[in-house]
């Protein structure tokens, strides 16, 4: 059974960082493209950085490049994302995705974890 647990939402303050997790289980992990999305209310989700199965390649959506770091321990079966000078339009539900790399048809989703930002 595939699981993909977030973890290391939460409530911040405008200005701070946040790093979040992504454990996979049950699947083998280094064949799989990892990427981050987020959903606020009333938002359509969205995309926000995808990481390569091998951690040499990453993509950031351009609202988030330069703020956003994606990464992955390949030994751990862990995603990460870490945000700096966090934002009140951060707040949303953060999920993790696995995409198989040769089959895009094979993928999973968390369950998502809250972030919200606010003083």
């Known amino acids: 059974q595939v699981q993909l647990v977030e973890s290391g939402g939460g409530l911040a303050q405008p200005g701070g960082s946040l790093r979040l997790s992504c454990a996979a289980s049950?699947?083998?992990?280094?064949?799989?493209?990892m990427s981050w999305y987020r959903q606020a209310p009333g938002k359509e989700r969205e995309l926000l950085a995808a990481?390569?199965?091998?951690?040499?390649?990453?993509n950031y959506a351009g609202s988030v490049k330069g703020r956003f770091t994606i990464a992955r321990d390949n030994a751990k079966n862990t995603v990460y994302l870490q945000i700096l000078s966090l934002k009140p339009e951060d707040t949303a539900v953060y999920y993790c995705?696995?995409?198989?790399?040769?089959?895009?048809?094979?993928?999973?989703w968390g369950q998502g974890t809250q972030v919200t930002v606010s003083s």
């Open positions: 990481i390569g199965s091998t951690g040499d390649s990453t």
């Open positions: 049950g699947l083998a992990f280094s064949f799989y493209t």
């Open positions: 995705r696995a995409v198989h790399k040769w089959q895009a048809t094979i993928n999973y």
